[in-house]
């Protein structure tokens, strides 16, 4: 099993997993023991983390790759609508609300 993306918010490892159902790749969430006390929230060291069977992780990275693409594009094109000054709302990684990380980029 190969790690292609990881979160500290479950729900955006939800979204990737439900990308990767419908694209036909298997995939599974393992997430530390914090889950059960704040399931939409993790503090442990790892996350949320996706995980995909090794002969399916080039294509899973694909869909990530994708996925983060598009939704920068979605970010950039709603900053611009609301005037483009002032702060950036964060889009790095992280807690920031950014896009989470793939493989050993640990947020």
Known sequence: ???????YFQ???L??????????????ILAG???EIAPFWSID??????IVGDG?????LDLVAEHRRLRAIGEAER????G????SRGGGGGASGGGGATRGDKP
């Open 15 to 28: 979204v990737l997993k439900t990308l990767l159902d419908s694209a036909g790749i298997e995939s599974d």
């Open 33 to 35: 023991s914090m889950s």
């Open 56 to 60: 399916d992780e080039a294509d899973a």
């Open 84 to 87: 483009g000054g002032g702060a």
């Open 1 to 7: 099993m190969k790690e292609v993306f990881s979160s």
């Open 45 to 50: 060291s790892g996350g949320f983390r996706l």
């Open 79 to 82: 900053e611009g609508e609301e």
């Open 11 to 13: 729900e955006e490892v």
